[in-house]
């Protein structure tokens, strides 16, 4: 089965999956919603997002990652760098209704605050109706960390070299997922003991 | 899966039966906050204050956000009763289940008559006595918030109201227009109390109040272990509690704030609690509500002074017709302040577990680390679970790390705990026990103890 790659560039998407497959959403520096409707079984779905943030760009992101049907798969992956007086304000749901069971739905969000001026909200929602599921989500927020900095200095980067770097590394995260994803197939999930 | 066995449930709840001398009727107005205060001769500046908050009460409306509250009557809530001294009911009179529930919980024989309202009994007067004695000896105030306010009025007005003022929120202003009843502790500078203080220690006044108001100062390098509520369940009659306590906490000072709470599962507990830690000050709060119909709580720390640290550990535990709405909020105001929440929570038979934390690094708190764990258990296919955190961080030299987790008893663990010799039972006990063991085993031995005894007895589904 195919891949599906949707990027999306306006505000306010909402997109309903009804048929099953692999579907990978990316969006970088938009501000609404972004909603996905999981409606069949055995959708694989994957939400990206890069927030790369200077000046006094101000970003507010809403993404729902709502599962309607049993045996599907959801991941969102937000990261976002902000630097200057630049602010993110980011607020991601799951929500399992009760009928989806042996759903897995997963959220990371991780940014990295390079400027005093600079502000990040992140507010990651559970709202599990189902029990036989599996839900995490994960949210880290900080600087780049001094001993990585120390690190490449030793090596004879300059503080602003290292810091470069480590942004770079940190976006890359993002493409190397999306190069992953591109790479790696589809993989059927096994629904053996759904409860009526 | 036979899950459904475990049970907080009211069904060992019971009513004292209450001696009133005098009762302020149904509803609140201008006129009954005038004659509460009057009743209890307070001064001039507790009555101004009673009534400001009245008129906020009046205007504020109901939380939008948050637990379902539409169906409060505030017209059908008795704001004040003022009890007999000394209540008289007999041990012998309670049901035979009650007894039992409590010997097979292992509460102890002084407490048991106390949680039944035999509170003229004579051992516990003893205990109390000398636990009074040990504490004046070390200039501890340990008195209920009535008396505070006539033996110590420069110290109630000092505080009251300075953390939590009426205008934080609808019900912080209702506590603060009727409140009656609470602790008043005050830790003189570097005296450290030993025994945890327990509100049934308390026995010249009502331990359990509708709109209590506690107030905790702990003195530079002072520390102190405050305990309320019981692993037995309490039986309110009236069906709204509104509690608000506030805790300051001076440089190097160390207080604990321990919760059991059991309310019985008609009653709305929505109690506001905050603490103010300065410098080096450490706060914990843990936080367990397995009762009450609806809970909204999420004690606070402002973490005011370079150096405090402030720890949230809660259980909530919804069953039938419950939602447990609980939290933690921790701001961080100074640099170099560290703050831990970790939630566990469990729900089952269409009960419904919420955690909502809110999360702030002001600009000035440099090099401040924050860590959030919430872990919710599902014991079945018709409850519910939620995490609504919300992080703010306006500081880049800070380190703010969130995590969760959802899921259901495995039945591979199940089975493999049955393979070896274990009944279903026994481990899903074990299970559930060893879900809450890391908040468990911050609660004192006793409680901790009850507390395991009680998910023990409920997985039974059989008391006495």
């Given at each position: 089965m195919k891949t599906t790659f949707i990027q999306i560039a306006r505000e306010n998407s909402y997109l309903v999956i009804d048929t099953p497959g692999k579907y990978v959403v990316f969006f970088s520096n938009i501000s609404g919603t972004v909603s996905c409707r999981i409606a069949a079984e055995h959708v694989e779905l994957y939400l990206v997002g890069l927030y790369d943030m200077k000046k006094n760009e101000k970003y507010s992101i809403r993404t729902e990652q709502i599962h309607v049907a049993p045996c599907s798969f959801s991941d969102l992956y937000i990261l976002s760098v902000a630097d200057n007086s630049s602010s993110l304000n980011f607020s991601g749901l799951i929500r399992i209704e009760k009928k989806a069971q042996q759903s897995h739905a997963y959220q990371k969000n991780q940014n990295l605050i390079l400027s005093p001026s600079a502000f990040v909200s992140s507010s990651p929602i559970l709202e599990i109706l189902a029990d036989d599921v599996f839900c995490t989500h994960g949210s880290t927020s900080g600087p780049i960390s001094k001993p990585q900095l120390s690190y490449l200095q030793m090596r004879g980067l300059s503080l602003q070299e290292a810091t470069t770097l480590s942004v770079a590394g940190f976006k890359q995260l993002v493409y190397d997922r999306l190069e992953k994803l591109k790479s790696t197939s589809y993989k059927i999930h096994t629904c053996s003991t759904l409860k009526k | 899966m036979k899950t459904k066995k475990i049970n907080f449930g009211y069904k060992y709840g019971f009513s004292v039966k209450n001696k009133n001398v005098f009762t302020a009727g149904k509803g609140l107005s201008e006129e009954k906050v005038r004659m509460i205060s009057h009743m209890k001769q307070e001064p001039e500046w507790m009555l101004n204050k009673r009534l400001q908050a009245y008129h906020f009460f009046q205007k504020e409306k109901m939380p939008s956000w948050g637990a379902d509250l539409s169906k409060i009557n505030f017209d059908d809530i008795t704001y004040f009763i003022r009890s007999t001294d000394k209540q008289v009911n007999s041990?012998?009179?309670?049901p035979k289940e009650i007894k039992d529930t409590y010997d097979r919980i292992g509460v102890p024989e002084a407490e048991k008559k106390f949680l039944s309202g035999v509170s003229a009994q004579y051992e516990s007067e003893v205990i109390y006595e000398k636990v009074q004695e040990t504490l004046v000896k070390q200039g501890v105030i340990f008195c209920d918030m009535d008396t505070a306010l006539k033996k110590y009025p420069e110290i109630v007005g000092e505080y009251?109201?300075?953390?939590?003022?009426?205008?934080?929120?609808k019900f912080a202003a209702l506590n603060t227009s009727v409140w009656s009843g609470g602790s008043f502790v005050y830790i003189p500078k570097n005296v450290k109390v030993a025994l945890p203080l327990q509100a049934y220690f308390r026995m010249n006044a009502q331990a359990f109040g509708q709109f209590e108001r506690t107030l905790i100062i702990a003195e530079t390098g002072s520390s102190v272990h405050y305990i309320e509520g019981c692993t037995a369940p309490i039986y309110a009659r009236d069906s709204l509690h509104s509690a608000v306590v506030e805790i300051f906490v001076k440089e190097g000072a160390r207080v604990r704030y321990t919760t059991v709470q059991n309310w019985s599962k008609n009653v709305y507990n929505l109690v506001t609690k905050r603490a103010r830690a300065d410098k080096n000050a450490v706060v914990e709060w843990i936080d367990c509500n397995l009762g009450s119909q609806i809970t909204m709580k999420y004690p606070a720390v402002y973490l005011m002074g370079d150096g405090a640290r402030g720890e949230v550990l809660s259980i909530a535990f919804a069953g039938s017709g419950q939602h447990q709405d609980a939290g933690a909020k921790m701001i961080h105001f100074a640099p170099n302040t560290s703050s831990r929440i970790v939630s566990k929570s469990i729900s089952k038979e269409g009960g419904r577990a919420s955690y909502r934390g809110l999360i702030q690094v002001m600009p000035q708190a440099t090099n401040s680390s924050v860590f959030v764990s919430c872990d919710a258990l599902l014991l079945d296919e018709t409850s519910r679970s939620d995490t609504y955190p919300t992080m703010r961080i306006k500081n880049n030299e800070s380190i703010v790390q969130h995590e969760a987790t959802v899921e259901k008893i495995g039945e591979e663990k199940l089975l493999y705990l049955m393979a070896r010799g274990l009944s279903r039972i026994d481990a899903e006990t074990a299970f559930v026990n060893g879900f809450i063991e890391p908040v468990v085993k911050e609660i004192p031995l006793e409680y901790s103890v009850e507390l395991n005894r009680l998910i023990r007895l409920e997985m039974e589904g059989s008391v006495g």
């Amino acid at each position: 089965m195919k891949t599906t790659f949707i990027q999306i560039a306006r505000e306010n998407s909402y997109l309903v999956i009804d048929t099953p497959g692999k579907y990978v959403v990316f969006f970088s520096n938009i501000s609404g919603t972004v909603s996905c409707r999981i409606a069949a079984e055995h959708v694989e779905l994957y939400l990206v997002g890069l927030y790369d943030m200077k000046k006094n760009e101000k970003y507010s992101i809403r993404t729902e990652q709502i599962h309607v049907a049993p045996c599907s798969f959801s991941d969102l992956y937000i990261l976002s760098v902000a630097d200057n007086s630049s602010s993110l304000n980011f607020s991601g749901l799951i929500r399992i209704e009760k009928k989806a069971q042996q759903s897995h739905a997963y959220q990371k969000n991780q940014n990295l605050i390079l400027s005093p001026s600079a502000f990040v909200s992140s507010s990651p929602i559970l709202e599990i109706l189902a029990d036989d599921v599996f839900c995490t989500h994960g949210s880290t927020s900080g600087p780049i960390s001094k001993p990585q900095l120390s690190y490449l200095q030793m090596r004879g980067l300059s503080l602003q070299e290292a810091t470069t770097l480590s942004v770079a590394g940190f976006k890359q995260l993002v493409y190397d997922r999306l190069e992953k994803l591109k790479s790696t197939s589809y993989k059927i999930h096994t629904c053996s003991t759904l409860k009526k | 899966m036979k899950t459904k066995k475990i049970n907080f449930g009211y069904k060992y709840g019971f009513s004292v039966k209450n001696k009133n001398v005098f009762t302020a009727g149904k509803g609140l107005s201008e006129e009954k906050v005038r004659m509460i205060s009057h009743m209890k001769q307070e001064p001039e500046w507790m009555l101004n204050k009673r009534l400001q908050a009245y008129h906020f009460f009046q205007k504020e409306k109901m939380p939008s956000w948050g637990a379902d509250l539409s169906k409060i009557n505030f017209d059908d809530i008795t704001y004040f009763i003022r009890s007999t001294d000394k209540q008289v009911n007999s041990w012998d009179d309670l049901p035979k289940e009650i007894k039992d529930t409590y010997d097979r919980i292992g509460v102890p024989e002084a407490e048991k008559k106390f949680l039944s309202g035999v509170s003229a009994q004579y051992e516990s007067e003893v205990i109390y006595e000398k636990v009074q004695e040990t504490l004046v000896k070390q200039g501890v105030i340990f008195c209920d918030m009535d008396t505070a306010l006539k033996k110590y009025p420069e110290i109630v007005g000092e505080y009251f109201g300075t953390l939590i003022p009426y205008s934080d929120n609808k019900f912080a202003a209702l506590n603060t227009s009727v409140w009656s009843g609470g602790s008043f502790v005050y830790i003189p500078k570097n005296v450290k109390v030993a025994l945890p203080l327990q509100a049934y220690f308390r026995m010249n006044a009502q331990a359990f109040g509708q709109f209590e108001r506690t107030l905790i100062i702990a003195e530079t390098g002072s520390s102190v272990h405050y305990i309320e509520g019981c692993t037995a369940p309490i039986y309110a009659r009236d069906s709204l509690h509104s509690a608000v306590v506030e805790i300051f906490v001076k440089e190097g000072a160390r207080v604990r704030y321990t919760t059991v709470q059991n309310w019985s599962k008609n009653v709305y507990n929505l109690v506001t609690k905050r603490a103010r830690a300065d410098k080096n000050a450490v706060v914990e709060w843990i936080d367990c509500n397995l009762g009450s119909q609806i809970t909204m709580k999420y004690p606070a720390v402002y973490l005011m002074g370079d150096g405090a640290r402030g720890e949230v550990l809660s259980i909530a535990f919804a069953g039938s017709g419950q939602h447990q709405d609980a939290g933690a909020k921790m701001i961080h105001f100074a640099p170099n302040t560290s703050s831990r929440i970790v939630s566990k929570s469990i729900s089952k038979e269409g009960g419904r577990a919420s955690y909502r934390g809110l999360i702030q690094v002001m600009p000035q708190a440099t090099n401040s680390s924050v860590f959030v764990s919430c872990d919710a258990l599902l014991l079945d296919e018709t409850s519910r679970s939620d995490t609504y955190p919300t992080m703010r961080i306006k500081n880049n030299e800070s380190i703010v790390q969130h995590e969760a987790t959802v899921e259901k008893i495995g039945e591979e663990k199940l089975l493999y705990l049955m393979a070896r010799g274990l009944s279903r039972i026994d481990a899903e006990t074990a299970f559930v026990n060893g879900f809450i063991e890391p908040v468990v085993k911050e609660i004192p031995l006793e409680y901790s103890v009850e507390l395991n005894r009680l998910i023990r007895l409920e997985m039974e589904g059989s008391v006495g």
